[in-house]
T-cell receptor, first 116, second 109 residues
Framework: GAVVSQHPSRVICKSGTSVKIECRSL??????MFWYRQFPKQSLMLMAT?????????EQGVEKDKFLINHASLTLSTLTVTSAHPEDSSFYIC????????????FGDGTRLSIL | SQQGEEDPQALSIQEGENATMNCSYK?????LQWYRQNSGRGLVHLIL?????REKHSGRLRVTLDTSKKSSSLLITASRAADTASYFC?????????FGKGTRLSVIA
């Protein structure tokens, strides 16, 4: 149980392209979803938190117009990297949680984004 | 910040040995969670220990929590090559999980 599916697993595209990443909770309702970014051999940095039907809450330093998050249903959240540039290349990971902070977060397998 | 910090940063052991990783944090928490990450993959939830718990077991995993010292430890007994991964602690209060930098565990067959 508690499976989170993230697609695509890898994206390679040209600078200026917008890229959409999907995160789905397959067997539970995700009241809250989270988007993280991870650089090589580094920790996960929280980018934003989204609750179903509400606007995402972005962490300090994360541009909301650059990283568009939509959490339209209890099983789906999307992250769109708009007009991506090489510095946006990174490993993006979503996670989903059912209930409050005393419940575990379940993670997708991540998306490796490479901007040429 | 509630960020957990793992220690050591890297650990290399022989198969069959026990591996102990430590985590320290700074503020009060509701719970502390341990995750494993294989290279290039997402995180797998291992154990959640609540602030009013002192020890928890799951298979070969044993987690302790000392809220007075703001520290936790993860013990993996009888390690296997498949345990090779990065291990992260994450603390949870009224904010989303905040992760430390992780311990890279290498188990040599």
């Amino acid at each position: 149980g508690a499976v989170v599916s993230q697609h695509p697993s890898r994206v390679i595209c040209k600078s200026g392209t917008s890229v959409k990443i999907e995160c789905r909770s397959l067997d539970f309702q995700a009241t809250t979803m989270f988007w993280y970014r991870q650089f090589p051999k580094q920790s996960l940095m929280l980018m934003a938190t989204s609750n179903e039907g509400s606007k995402a809450t972005y962490e300090q330093g994360v541009e909301k117009d650059k990283f568009l998050i939509n959490h339209a249903s209890l099983t789906l959240s999307t992250l769109t990297v708009t007009s991506a540039h090489p510095e946006d290349s990174s490993f993006y990971i979503c996670s989903a949680r059912q209930g409050n902070s005393n419940q575990p977060q379940h993670f997708g397998d991540g998306t490796r984004l490479s901007i040429l | 910040s509630q960020q957990g910090e793992e220690d050591p940063q890297a650990l290399s052991i022989q198969e069959g040995e026990n591996a102990t990783m430590n985590c320290s944090y700074k503020t009060s928490i509701n719970n502390l969670q341990w995750y494993r990450q294989n290279s290039g993959r997402g995180l797998v939830h291992l154990i959640l220990i609540r602030s009013n718990e002192r020890e928890k077991h799951s298979g070969r995993l044993r987690v302790t929590l000392d809220t007075s010292k703001k520290s936790s430890s993860l013990l993996i007994t009888a390690s296997r090559a498949a345990d090779t991964a990065s291990y992260f602690c994450a603390t949870s209060g009224n904010t989303p999980l905040v992760f430390g930098k992780g311990t890279r565990l290498s188990v040599i067959a």
